[in-house]
């Protein structure tokens, strides 16, 4: 099932930037599957649903659907030059590839990590991995990736065989005007239907149509209630490019370029271009600390050069589409052709889960025979006292003298002991040996006199 709203539809075509947040979350309903959504971003950085659908699983199969669908309502790529960010999930980049071949793409950083830590680990990497991908010129991009390749060579090789152009902002298209590295919005999304995803398929959509409703007025009254030409979260930003200004130094050329010193390095500024060395300007239509610093020089407002994505005014359009309320299930018209069967139930992997009976409020309940650890008080071999064990006890441990003493009495009396059975042993022995030469003798002087007697 695709769902695409009009008024969803209508104002993300209008006003919104031409970048779209894909991804999957999984149904916790008695008929399990997947929701597919696609996200846009609004001028205040917030997110704003497009579209969604149902399907069975994850694949590449029901991601070529629903782009198809998608592209279909939004417009060809050669048309709006849409750029997606993913968590590279399963079967969406070859999908990318043969539906949109045209289209940027994006990765989400923190789940490109997660895939690098496995066999690079350190927060060393970590740091260098995320400041490569925070760099916005190709110089500092190199050095951070030179200083890894000195780290580890390995780790040097696995980024590089990655197109920088996924997770890299400096390699990042100009035309959407934004740098986002992660893929939040649709992480927000999922995390709005949270409960919807444990109802079935139709109440599901029902209550996803229904938060969609209720947001677009409520993003549009609070908007209202702001003063300023632009949206408060981009003036947070600029307020924080104004603060900077003051380690940077302008230097007008006459025309519309400046140089701008700053920590030792100089920049180029076009005021009316809207670009700077620095690629942050062009990256994300906001001025940066560099293109501020030039706009004071000429004794201007920053706001003046924001780009028109960012206005009040561009928001207030964008939330101006109006999703309608409907009759509940019984004023739908019925229809002749066959009844919509529900899909097909889906075994999940892994142990099934026990359906215990819940017993009543007054049924008794089994009683263990079992102590419980949590009712029993630990008593210390060390003090004698309740409530701790002897590896945490604070009391010196007992003096082992005494019993030493009486160990050393035992192991000596054990000692005599054995050496009076050794030598009682060996007397025996030589008694038992006498005694027997001693018969022996014996039995010879009588054999001889019996000898002699017979002679």
């Not at 894909?22 to 599957?33: P, Q, T």
């Not at 999930?89 to 895939?115: D, M, S």
């Not at 620095?278 to 940066?288: A, E, F, H, V």
């Amino acid at each position: 099932m695709y769902v695409c709203l009009a008024a969803c539809r209508t104002g993300f075509l209008e006003e919104c930037r031409p970048i779209i947040s894909l991804d999957a979350c999984h149904l916790r309903g008695f008929l399990k599957g997947q929701l597919l959504a696609a996200v846009g971003i609004d001028g205040n950085d917030g997110m704003y649903p497009i579209a969604f659908a149902v399907c069975k699983g994850e694949t590449k199969d029901s991601w070529s659907w629903f782009l198809e669908l998608l592209l279909a309502d939004i417009g060809p790529v050669r048309e709006r030059g849409w750029t997606f960010t993913s968590d590279q999930q399963k079967g969406l980049l070859p999908t990318l590839a043969i539906v949109a071949p045209e289209a940027h793409t994006r990765f989400c950083v923190r789940h490109l990590y997660a895939n690098f830590k496995k066999e690079h680990k350190g927060k060393l990497l970590k740091d260098l991995m995320w400041a490569a991908a925070r760099e916005t010129t190709r110089s500092g991009f190199e050095a951070k990736m030179e200083m890894m390749r000195n780290v580890d060579v390995n780790a040097y090789g696995h980024l590089m065989g990655i197109d920088c152009a996924h997770w890299s902002r400096h390699a990042f298209s100009t035309r959407p005007k934004c740098d986002m590295l992660l893929n939040n919005l649709c992480e927000s999304f999922n995390s709005k239907i949270i409960d919807a995803r444990d109802k079935s398929i139709l109440t599901m959509c029902e209550m996803i149509r229904r938060y969609l409703m209720k947001r677009i007025p409520r993003n549009r009254d609070t908007m209202l209630k702001k003063s300023g030409p632009i949206c408060p979260r981009i003036q947070d930003k600029l307020e924080v490019n104004k603060e900077a200004t003051r380690d940077c130094t302008s230097t007008w050329s006459g025309g519309s370029k400046f140089e701008v010193h700053c920590k030792g390095k100089q920049f180029v500024v076009d005021l009316d271009k809207h670009t700077c060395a620095c690629y942050r300007w062009d990256l994300t239509g906001i001025p940066c600390k560099h293109a501020v610093s030039a706009i004071a020089y000429k004794k201007e407002r920053a706001e003046n050069y924001v780009h028109h994505y960012y206005k009040v005014e561009t928001y207030l359009r964008t939330y101006s589409h109006l999703i309608q309320p409907t009759n509940g299930e019984e004023f739908w018209p019925k229809e002749a052709s066959d009844k919509i069967l529900p899909p097909k139930m889906l075994i999940q992997p892994g142990r099934p889960k026990e359906n215990k009976r819940k017993k009543a409020a007054d049924e008794a309940q089994r009683i263990s025979h079992k102590l419980k650890k949590s009712s029993t008080a630990q008593k210390c071999t060390n003090c004698g006292q309740l409530g701790h064990n002897k590896r945490g006890c604070k009391v010196p441990p007992k003096s082992n003298d005494a019993s030493e003493g009486q160990t050393e009495q035992r192991q000596g009396a054990t000692s005599t002991i054995g050496r009076q059975n050794h030598v009682s042993t060996q007397t025996s022995v030589a008694g038992s040996n006498g005694v027997g030469r001693s018969r022996k003798g014996a039995g010879a002087g009588v054999g001889k006199g019996s000898a002699g007697s017979g002679a």
